[in-house]
């Protein structure tokens, strides 16, 4: 049974789910650590990706199409 309202990490760009932090030198800056993310499918980067639940990512496959 899958948990709809259960958010997890989408790319905005390619709607992978394979998303990690990126802990590349490009997200070190200042001595601060940027919570910089990933997305393994296409490596697209962002400080912000969108979590969504199934049943928005649901809805935006469709829109997608
Ligand atoms: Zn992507």
Redo the contacts with the bound molecule.
């Keep these: 049974m899958i948990d709809e309202e259960k958010a997890f990490t989408v790319?905005p760009?390619?709607l992978?789910r394979d998303v990690s932090w990126d802990l590349s030198k490009e997200s070190y800056a200042g001595g601060r650590i940027f919570n910089q993310k990933i997305?393994n499918?296409?490596g697209?980067t962002s400080l912000l990706f969108p979590e969504l639940t199934e049943r928005e990512y649901d809805k935006l496959l469709k829109q997608k199409k």
Excluded: A, H, L, V
């Design positions: 790319c760009k390619c992978g997305c499918n296409c697209f």
